[in-house]
């Protein structure tokens, strides 16, 4: 047997697999070994479900056994279910990982059938073919290989079975069976006994369904939704009502084709006994009342092959195997059809599978980037256990207190309001919000000049210089300074070189928020996207737990505001302003209050005092050159005399001003009085260059 090297079973027949939307496959691997195969319609309803799994197959009759060859080549074909063996089995598990093992098939059910009726029940030696099924499951459960391996039983056989056979094959099996009929899905009646389970635990509808998985309601489609019969043919029955009436109405049941006894002729309606004899009694007398044919006015026959491979959800290519003219392969297609399986059922009952199989805890193989990232986090702030013990960083409570006294003071928010807020935020993880802020005060960084940064032409010129390029030369004020006078001469030019750093040596960024995020993408590399989660998840209950003061503060809102920016909010622009210890505290209030722009505008406090001659070097990129080394600040923005500039010749002596040229060509001239306390805003020119009212 070659199971050893054998791939995962493929469908390779014509057309397609019945697709079945409401099943959801096995997790995992498996090893099926079907019993009793036929043409192996146990794995034809697993690939079905879109279940991965090795296969082999025990089947004694050759003709079954092509067609199992011919549309599922990668099952291993074993000619008796007596040669399966663990012994046989156990070099595939010695190689292969599965999840399991499901074990089983429909045995053999001549001696059990109420349509026989010189049935032996267990003295016929197919009644005890189950003995098979549990002398295979003994013999893997003895093997190593299958300690940790869920050993899957499934039986199947007819409902009329006598009493005391089923319950041996209970007995044999290990746990009871339920009841199914294929008559539900609206086509043909084919009434069941199935043991399906696990470890002495069987499936039931009445089971609570595995943790994903839901029952549906009952539908009133059937299943196939449509067969098409040949030559105008249809029976008399609507698919869709039999399903609304539980199964009333359907077809008889498919069975083998052979020269039946007249011993049932009694229990039938004259019409069908004539039909019977006239048919040469193919089928069971019962099989010939009018619900069970297909009919074409008067006319009326047995539905083909192919038709009752549609009502049992089988495709019709398993049937190819079976050679001759039509008349001769006729009776062993039908005999195929009556011995094998309703798909859809089988479908169906492994959808049970879940609730029955233990619960598994694979054992998580060694992730050596996940060790790695272990390696890289100590040290940082986002080590297991250091930013949430990380001291300097802000409460729940103090970002509530910041938030009422240093932003919303203007605003009469009740105190239910600031307490319900508190409460929902003091349960929620915002010391992971502050990952730059614990970074930061390890860096010696002062929280409160955490503002924004400008970027001068010289920061831009070392940058490039620190990849290895100059764009200006040194007399240039978009290049690098000279770093040594000139005069020295060559010797001393070069003792003077060596003890000097390198001009072109990586530098880096001067906002900070830039190299914490370089730093991020170090540590983190491809889990950053994990972690980035975990932030907007934190930010999410944020937003949550602050919506009663944003029902609170729209109150508040202006007339321009609420038609502009009713979607924006506040509260959180606020919580984000403490948070990352902003500069400007006015912009919250402005989403209320509406923004100035027009007149006087209060000036925008984004630079700390330690940027003072970072501002400078800003403006001089613009061309203002300052003749004295720095100005003059304040508390609340800087102040700027005129005397500290060089006039451009576009300005006059008394007042500063900017011109700001806009993507849409508008522009809008800041200008700045001598006094420097306030700025005054306003649109000097618009889009077509005429003066704005």
Known sequence: MQLRAAKHVAWRGLG????????????????VI??????????????????????????????????????????VAVDAVENVTGAVLRPFLQRRTVRGIILGGGSPCQGNSALNPDRKGLADVRSQQPLQ??????????????????????????????????????????????????????????????????????VSPERTPPDGWEWVQHSDKPIPAKVHCDGGFAPLFDASEVVRAHGVGAMHPFTREFWHPTDRVKLVAPEAAAKFFSDDRRFPPSAYEEASLLWRQHEWRQPFPEERCQMMGLPAQCLQAVNGPPAVRRQPQNSLIGNGFHLPMIVALFCLLPGALSSKIPRTPLDLEEAALKDRLVGTVWEPGRLAASPGLLSSDQVVEGMRSAIFSEFTVGHAVWHSVRQKLKPLAIWQLQAFSAWALGRGIVLDSLGPTPITRQHRAELFAGLTGQRYPGNSRKGLDHLLPPGLGKEQHMEAAGRLPSPFRLREWPDPDVDFVLHAVAVWRQHLASYSAQCRRVLTQVSKALQPLETALATFRCVSASRVAAQ????????????????????????IRGYPIVGDVHPVVCFGPSQVGKLYQWLSGWGLRPKKPSGASRARGFRFTPSAFTRPRCWNSKRVSVRVFLPDRTSIGVSAGASGDRWSAFLLYNQMGRSAP
């Not at 397609?16 to 090893?31: C, E, H, I, K, T």
């Not at 391996?149 to 007995?171: C, G, K, W």
């Open 133 to 202: 099924l549990r002398r295979i499951r003994e013999e893997l459960e003895a093997l190593p290989e299958c300690r940790n391996l869920d050993i899957v039983t499934f039986l199947e056989n007819v409902a009329s079975m006598p009493l005391d056979v089923r319950d041996q094959y209970t007995e044999w099996v290990g746990f009871p069976p339920i009841v199914m009929d294929a008559a539900a899905c609206g086509w043909v009646q084919r009434r069941r006994l199935l043991w399906l389970g696990c470890r002495g635990r069987g």
């Open 16 to 31: 397609d697999l019945p697709q079945f939307v409401w099943a959801r496959p096995l997790v995992g691997a498996w090893l």
């Open 34 to 75: 079907d019993l009793w195969a036929g043409f192996s319609g146990l794995c034809l309803a697993l690939l079905a479900m879109g279940t991965r799994f090795h296969a082999v197959a025990a089947e004694n009759d050759p003709i079954p056994a092509q067609a199992t060859q011919q549309c599922l080549s990668q099952v």
């Open 568 to 591: 924006k909010r506040p509260g959180m622009m606020a919580f984000l302003t403490v948070m990352l210890r902003w500069p400007d505290l006015k912009q919250p209030v402005q989403m």
